[in-house]
Nanobody
Framework: VQLQASGGGLVQAGGSLTLSCAAS????????MTWYRQAPGKQREWVAL???????RYADSVKGRFTIFRDNAKNTLYLRMNSLQPEDTAVYYC?????????WGKGTQVTVSS
């Protein structure tokens, strides 16, 4: 599967953005989909995931501010980000995981100014 993330940009603190991750192929609905991010000089960290059944999980740092959801009919994963803070500045990546086979998309830059 090929993944393409988009929707990043520059936003002021307190603002919102919605990221998208478009996937190729016909088995999107069977993948566990995850958002990661990597800030400059830091390791990549897990942000949120949604299972094939729709169960969601969030990192504590984004819980209550970010919402992950998927549209299987459109083969697209989303991340709605509210109340953005400068510490959310990072390159955001989407990942697809099916039976341990993992695919990554190219990232999209999110920059939050104070």
């Amino acid at each position: 599967v090929q993944l393409q993330a988009s929707g990043g940009g520059l936003v002021q603190a307190g603002g919102s953005l919605t990221l998208s991750c478009a996937a190729s192929g016909r088995t999107f609905s069977s993948y566990i989909m995850t958002w990661y991010r990597q800030a400059p000089g830091k390791q990549r960290e897990w942000v949120a995931l949604v299972s094939s059944g729709g169960t969601t999980r969030y990192a504590d740092s984004v819980k209550g501010r970010f919402t992950i959801f998927r549209d299987n009919a459109k083969n697209t994963l989303y991340l709605r980000m509210n109340s953005l803070q400068p510490e959310d500045t990072a390159v955001y990546y989407c990942q697809a995981n099916r039976f341990g086979v993992i695919y990554w998309g190219k990232g999209t830059q999110v920059t939050v100014s104070s």
